[in-house]
């Protein structure tokens, strides 16, 4: 009987069709046997010098390789190479030519065999210069530690040119002689300490000179296999002090300093001993054993593990070690073997030459595949990658695809990986998409990292409507390299404040530049406001009265009928324009609306929509101002500027219309004279115990340092997110709260009625808490119609409220008192769908439950483009309205919650909207805080802008960004830190006002045993030195209106 696989070929058509579904096999009868096949050893054949050997090949290491089947066998350098073996892997410590020509024959007659080291790999590594230049070209981050090489000169023959060579390099005493070849030799472990000129007479090159740096006396040596990384101590040269520098010369030299009988490690267990076998046979010996014994006691921690490994991958890529050339993740990606890999989703999967008639070929190679019979959008073709990615790497999946039949000539293709993790936690990961047609191949393309270590993995595409086919010509999954960052935007003559749009005050009658959109017609008015408007106000500072002039915009027949202006040549890419102008609208022809209009200042940037601020007026004798801001980022062929919006047949009335560059770090410097006053306590240490004799005689000096800003300012994070350690490490040491994505929505924890599943937030909670990390509970219900879940979306009134009440009763009693906020009913200025079903009380009814459930948590409103003037449906007005409704129904509303997913920020227009809030007398969090630009440094300047904006608000009490690790965002070009954990220039800026954002103070205690300044609220630890010794104290700075007084007694010394 034969026994097929899920995989089975069968001719069809001239096609070639892989069934998926299971085949049952009926006989009981039939018996498979297979036999087991016996493991090989994995052989490998050293060439190693006697002394490698002795200290190498211990008995021990024999006995535990050969118990994981590795055998050593010793290669006769006597003999041809190639008639030994066979070898999995040739070890050798040997050098010369003719060693290296024997191995390079080797390795190209036997390519499967792996050579440690190959030559050519390890060539640069024999020479000092070369070697360390690795070290200079690595991109590392400076958030875990720094790695570089101190000052050097290389000198290669004759030392008596070594002291003016010195001089004119301009290294400074004492320098650390290294041999320039390291070629593994016992003399090629050498060091030697040059403490003067005369000194340097005495060494011998060729070698290579660094300033000494001071490091503990303790060096560390990373070993790096495959993924694994291995961290030992060893003693190195002892730390040089100013008194030594200045009475020591000579030369010292340092034997072999690295090697393993200078364990630190083992120091560790006994310091005794360690002095004992790291024995030293020159004059510093004593110097050295105090230093051992100093080191001893201070030198504990190991490098970060995410230095180490970014220092890992650095040198990877500099050596040519990276092995993506061999990385196979998707197997047959061009279906040169047939469908062998791949299978279907639910569905069937066929190979074709062509399709309808010939119309439809590969776009490259000879076949393509098509996925068909699909009865579901979540069909498709498929492959299985687990095992074959690394965890924590970002890979870059490339497909070419189009879509064919049931008369479905455009769709989305989206290509989603399936995650099951070890908990059979089930995940869904949405790579990328694209709008796929049936006239072309298409380019799909997009990102995706794996945090964890889950048990299998599967690609597959989705998308199209049931019925029709996804057609794959090609699916490529590669290491995504990460790009050099652009260099920061360089601005020639940004001017600053100088408004672009010409004749925007319509001086003297005329209307030119200007010209009509559509038929309308354009004249000039008078009676205007003469005054700037107030965001514009504030971001220029005085100016000059207005003309008083506007726009009369008449015979409108469509809404998009306006003035217009061409501006292309006046914009400069990735500056910050603001707009401003004043509006109005006229009553208009007979039957004209008389609702609220919208008027929107718009661009048109090659011919694509860009909003430059909205706002919503009535008819009457009242000026509206209108404001927003955009950028620029790639160079457009035709930019206009033009207003539209009420209805047809409404007057259009525009005054004063700028658009000009902003100068935000400008009114970044103006926020921190501001924040001093807002975020800053006048703080006064009063120590008592002083030694009055000694004081008059000697000051006590006083360093206060602040540990910790207790300011709110915290980060969203993601169920998966925290299966990266280096994840996790970011965020615990940089974020003092948190809100969970998903996890904690009831489409999350409830996708099926009857089904629920705490377990995600469970985990993430846990993670917080123990880390001190507070928690907002984001959210309880969601009312855009779009996010409820279809279950929700099926119920009648009755079984809806009963429903709603169920939600909250176990949401709020399983966590009540571990969320410090809830975000009620997200965004009900865009959406109404527990409103409608269930009447305008439900919202009220919503925070009342949720306040007698559990009444320690805040409870917020929450929405968006409520600070940028892009929506009227979210203006300040209409959200401190939507507060004011509710609380006269009875609810308790907590906090107000202003989401940020904000573009080109401009501080003014932000401001101008926290303002309005602040008079609902409530604390103002931002919520989902994130920007997006291109450019790292621009987009680290979005931030900057948004956090000292908050920060200088006396009504801000916490900011939420919404992520900030790459592929963990759902914006684009908005994270901080990219996908393997490097910092990007966006994230630097952030930890830069991070840093900014603690207090510091040094001085002495005056005369009336005082020391005073002025701190953040928070932490602090302060350090008093005084005659008898060092005092260390701790602090808190609280919140409050007068100074506050820290005593400390001093008479204990």
Request: net charge negative; proline share 5%; aromatic share 8%.
């Amino acid at each position: 009987m034969k026994l097929t696989d899920d995989n089975e070929e069968v001719t069809m058509n001239g096609t070639r069709e892989v069934e998926t579904a299971e085949e049952e096999i009926s006989s009981p009868c039939s018996l498979v046997i297979e036999a087991f096949p016996v493991k090989r050893s994995i052989i490998v054949g050293y060439a190693l010098t006697s002394k490698k050997i002795k200290s190498f090949l211990q008995p021990k290491l024999e006995g535990l390789a050969r118990n994981k089947g590795i055998l050593f066998v010793a290669i006769d350098q006597n003999r041809p190479l190639s008639e030994q073996g066979p070898f999995d892997i040739v070890l050798h410590k040997q050098i010369g030519k003719e060693w290296r020509r024997i191995l390079e024959e080797f390795r190209l007659a036997h390519p499967d065999v792996t050579v440690l080291d190959p030559p050519d790999a390890i060539l640069h590594l024999r020479n000092r210069q070369s070697m360390l230049q690795c070290v200079a070209d690595m991109n590392l981050s400076d958030s875990y530690g720094r790695v570089g090489v101190p000052k050097q000169l290389v000198i290669k023959r004759d030392a008596s040119s070594i002291p003016e060579a010195v001089n004119k390099a301009g290294l400074r005493l004492p320098l650390v002689a290294k041999p320039l070849v390291a070629d593994g030799s016992a003399k090629s472990h050498e060091l030697s300490l040059a403490y003067d000129q005369h000194a340097l007479l005495k060494l011998e090159p060729p070698l290579v000179l660094q300033e000494f740096v001071n490091h503990g006396g303790v060096l560390f040596k990373v070993y790096i296999v495959g993924e694994a990384i291995r961290v030992v101590r060893r003693f190195s040269l002892p730390d040089v002090s100013r008194r030594e520098l200045s009475e020591a010369a000579g030369v010292f030299r340092f034997p072999r300093v690295s090697c393993a009988a200078a364990s630190a490690d083992d120091a560790d267990l006994d310091p005794n001993i360690a002095g004992k076998i790291f024995f030293i046979a020159t004059d510093m010996a004593k110097i050295f054993l105090v230093a051992i014994n100093n080191v001893l006691i201070l030198v504990a921690e190991l490098p970060p593990r995410p230095l180490l490994e970014r220092l890992a991958k650095e040198l990877r890529r500099g050596l040519h070690h990276t092995n993506e050339e061999q990385e196979k993740i998707i197997l047959n990606p061009n279906f040169e073997d047939g469908l062998n890999n791949w299978t279907g989703r639910a569905c069937k999967i066929v190979l074709h030459e062509s399709m309808d008639g010939g119309k439809i070929v590969p776009l490259s190679g000879k076949v393509f595949a098509a996925a068909t019979q699909r009865k579901d959008t979540w069909n498709g073709i498929q492959q299985e990658i687990s095992g074959r990615f690394q965890r924590k790497r970002v890979y870059e999946v490339t497909a070419v695809v189009r879509i064919f039949g049931n008369n479905v000539t455009s769709a989305t293709v989206q290509a989603t990986l399936w995650v099951l993790n070890a908990n059979q936690r089930e995940q869904y990961i949405v790579i990328a998409n694209v709008q796929a047609t049936d006239k072309n191949w298409v380019e799909l393309k997009g990102k995706f990292v794996i945090h964890g270590s889950p048990s299998r993995v599967i690609l597959y595409l989705e998308g199209p409507p049931s019925g029709s086919d996804i057609l794959l010509n090609s699916l490529v999954v590669k290491h995504a390299k990460r790009n050099r960052p652009s260099p920061p935007p360089f601005y020639e003559n940004p001017g600053f404040g100088v408004n672009i749009v010409e004749n925007s005050e319509v001086v003297n009658g005329a209307t030119q530049p200007w010209f009509t959109l559509g038929n309308c017609k354009l004249s000039v008015g008078q009676g205007a406001p003469r005054t700037l408007p107030p965001m514009a106000r504030d971001t220029l500072g005085p100016h000059k009265p207005l003309s008083g002039n506007y726009i009369l915009v008449t015979n409108r027949t469509q809404t998009w009928m306006g003035p217009a202006q061409m501006i292309t040549e006046k914009l400069k890419l990735f500056l910050t324009y603001q707009v401003s102008a004043w509006v109005k609208i006229g009553v208009g022809v007979s039957g004209s609306s008389m609702s609220p209009q919208n008027v929107n200042i718009a661009l048109s940037v090659d011919n694509q929509w860009v909003n430059g601020g909205q706002i919503e007026v009535t008819v009457g004798d009242t000026w509206h101002e209108i404001g927003g801001s955009f950028r620029l980022e790639k160079q457009p062929q035709n930019v206009m500027v033009y207003v539209q919006g009420p209805a047809a047949g409404i007057d259009l009335m525009i005054a004063a219309l700028q658009i000009f560059p902003v100068d935000r770090r400008e009114r970044v410097r103006c926020l921190k004279r501001q924040v001093d006053q807002v975020r800053k306590r006048d703080i006064v240490l009063k120590f008592s115990g002083l030694d009055e004799d000694s004081f008059d005689l000697f000051p006590y000096i006083v360093k206060v340092k602040q540990t910790y800003n207790s300011f709110p300012v915290g980060t969203c994070i993601n169920r998966t997110d925290i299966d990266n350690e280096d994840f996790v490490d970011f965020f615990t040491k940089n974020f003092n709260w948190a809100v969970f994505g998903n996890e904690l929505k009831w489409y999350s924890t409830e996708a099926e009625r009857g089904k629920v599943n705490y377990q995600d937030a469970d985990d993430m909670l846990d993670l917080c808490i123990g880390n001190n990390i507070n928690v907002r509970g984001h959210c309880i219900f969601w009312e855009v119609e779009s996010t409820v879940q279809p279950w929700v979306r099926q119920l009648n009134k009755t079984d809806l409220m009963n429903a709603v009440q169920k939600r909250l009763t176990n949401l709020l009693t399983r966590y009540k008192g571990k969320f410090k906020h809830y975000d009620v009913n997200n965004e009900m200025l865009h959406g109404s769908f527990y409103q409608d079903k269930l009447g305008k009380g439900v919202r009220a009814l919503m925070f009342n439950i949720a306040h007698k459930l559990d009444p320690s948590p805040l409870l917020f409103v929450n929405d968006y483009h409520v600070e940028d003037g892009d929506d009227t449906r979210s203006s300040p007005e209409k959200y401190i309205k939507l507060v004011l409704d509710l609380e006269a129904q009875g609810a308790t509303v907590g906090g107000i919650g202003i989401q940020g997913h904000i573009d080109s920020p401009v501080g003014a227009i932000v401001c101008s909207a926290l303002d309005k809030l602040s008079v609902l007398g409530r604390p103002i969090w931002f919520t989902e805080l994130d920007v997006s630009s291109s450019n790292e440094y621009v987009r680290g300047e979005d931030l900057e802008v948004m956090l000292w904006e908050a920060f200088a608000h006396p009504a801000v009490e916490g900011i939420m960004l919404w992520g900030f690790w790459e592929l963990s965002m759902s914006r684009e070009n908005a994270n901080l830190v990219e996908g393997e954990g490097e910092v990007n220039e966006a994230g630097k800026r952030f930890l830069e006002v991070k840093q900014e954002w603690l207090s510091h103070a040094y001085g002495i205690i005056n005369d009336e045993s005082e020391f005073t300044f002025k701190g953040y609220h928070g932490t602090y630890a302060v350090e008093i030195c005084t005659p008898a010794g060092i005092v260390l104290k701790t602090f808190v700075v609280e919140k409050g209106d007068t100074p506050l007084i820290i005593s400390i007694d001093l008479s204990s010394l």
